[in-house]
């Protein structure tokens, strides 16, 4: 399992069906790596099962979708505070960055990633408050999530800075930063600093 930031120890996992549960170094957060069936055909992968997961993840999904990205796209950091997703990415090479926008949290402004290509099937799960990011690698990316609430627009959610210096993630590790392709919003996310004015504006 490829990951930087957010998991403890791949050695501690909780078995639930044909799923192993990783718990991540942030509150709620978790890793589902699901059984994958080999033959000489090739692969079968069950990637959900309500029962098993509500054990763990007692919540209820409403909403799938999934986006094909070019190789060197770069989407995010979005997110709200009332949606958690399951995501994943069943083909393609992918890496997927989180950061807790979780103003009172511990790991306020901790970041931990997980990245995805076609050799694994492990499904990450990012709850609210959470800003989310994933890169491509490679062209054709496909990234798969679950979510708890329908998509009401971007309004509904924050865009925080991709390359904030105060999250200190080395994107040199990453992806070349030459070769980035952003969106209009993604180059004008805000800073961390702001989101957080922003939100003690609202709040005190």
């Given amino acids: 399992m490829n990951t930087k930031g957010l998991l403890q120890t791949n050695d501690q996992f909780k078995e639930i069906g044909d799923f192993k549960v990783y718990q991540t ?6 890793i589902l790596e699901p059984k994958v069936f080999y033959d000489h055909r090739g692969t079968y992968t069950e990637t959900y099962h309500e029962k098993f997961v ?6 209820r999904f409403v909403q799938d979708d999934f986006s094909i990205s070019h190789k060197n796209v770069v ?9 958690g997703k399951f995501v994943s990415s069943p083909t393609g090479h992918i890496t997927n960055i989180i ?5 009172k949290s511990p790991t306020y402004s901790a970041w931990g990633s997980i990245t995805f290509n076609s050799s694994c099937s492990e499904m990450l799960y990012i709850p609210p408050g959470f800003g989310n990011l994933i890169i491509s690698h490679k062209d054709n990316s496909v990234y798969w999530y679950k979510q708890t609430a329908y998509y009401e627009g971007k309004e509904s959610q924050f865009t925080l800075q991709w390359n904030d210096p105060d999250l200190k993630i080395p994107w040199n590790e990453f992806i070349d930063l ?10 004008n996310g805000k800073s961390l600093s702001r989101l957080f004015s922003e939100w003690l504006q609202i709040n005190y």
């Fill in 25 to 30: 170094g942030f509150q709620d957060s978790l």
């Fill in 54 to 59: 509500y054990e763990i993840l007692p919540l």
């Fill in 75 to 83: 989407r995010g950091f979005h997110g709200n505070y009332k949606v």
């Fill in 99 to 103: 950061v807790d926008m979780n103003f």
């Fill in 178 to 187: 030459e070769d980035i392709i952003l969106s209009d919003r993604d180059k």
